[in-house]
């Protein structure tokens, strides 16, 4: 069974540039959040979406937004980047019953410049 | 409000040696979940363990042994004979029955086993 995939693993973009990262989660799960990881911050929770519907949101400016699609896949895009912006961003997915495990892909690594 | 705090930054053990690494959570709800996750240099959070709020019974698995207090609000996950392999950052993680599947996590512990 495959994990959750992400892409790009990699980006560098430049300030007030914007940023669409994707997320394929397991097959089966419909379930996909995604994390912001900083090393001053630490592991932040972004946003949930479940059936295409955002269920829950952390407490992030609106240039975060994200989406998710018919078929479970997730995009979360950032709008006029920020150096702060700058961070490992993690997908993760999970499964229909609440509270379950996550499981995480191996995120896509975003530099602003 | 949630709040998970792994006051241990930084741990560095010789292989073969067991290490503690504590958790400690405050929440105002009587339902959550905990959790335990593993981050290689890889990058990749490893789920490790899911335990309720209503099960306080310990676990064992192989290496890996969890307990988990509610009387001290504590999580503590403990690696036996440790090994090089498990280098890693590792993570605790509080979710509340009402948050759905927002994990909030502490800011994690590094260990480095050195041979």
């Known amino acids: 069974k495959a994990g959750v995939t992400q892409t790009p693993r990699y980006l560098i973009k430049t300030r007030g540039q914007q940023v669409t990262l994707s997320c394929s989660p397991i097959?089966?799960?419909?379930?996909v959040s995604w994390y912001q990881q900083t090393p001053g911050q630490g592991l932040q929770f972004l946003f949930e979406?479940?059936?295409?519907?955002?269920?829950n949101k952390g407490n992030f400016p609106g240039r975060f937004s994200g989406r998710q699609f018919s078929n479970s896949r997730s995009e979360m895009n950032v709008s006029t980047l920020e150096l702060g912006d700058s961070a490992l961003y993690l997908c993760a997915s999970s499964s229909n019953v609440v509270n379950t495990e996550a499981f995480f892909g191996q995120g896509t690594r975003l530099t602003v410049v | 409000a949630q709040k998970v705090t792994q006051a241990q930054t930084e741990i560095s053990v010789v292989e073969k040696e067991d290490v503690t690494l504590d958790c400690v959570y405050e929440t105002r709800d009587t339902t959550y979940y905990l959790f335990w996750y593993k981050q290689p240099p890889s990058g990749e959070l490893v789920f490790l363990i899911r335990?309720?709020?209503?099960?306080?019974q310990n676990e064992i698995s192989g290496r890996y042994s969890w307990n988990f207090q509610k009387s001290t609000s504590s999580f503590n996950f403990t690696i036996t004979a440790s090994q090089v392999v498990d280098s890693a950052v590792y993570f605790c993680a509080l979710s509340e029955a009402n948050s759905g599947y927002a994990l909030n996590f502490g800011k994690g512990t590094s260990l480095l086993v050195t041979p």
């Open positions: 979406y479940f059936s295409e519907t955002q269920r």
């Open positions: 335990r309720n709020s209503f099960d306080e």
């Open positions: 097959s089966g799960h419909r379930s």
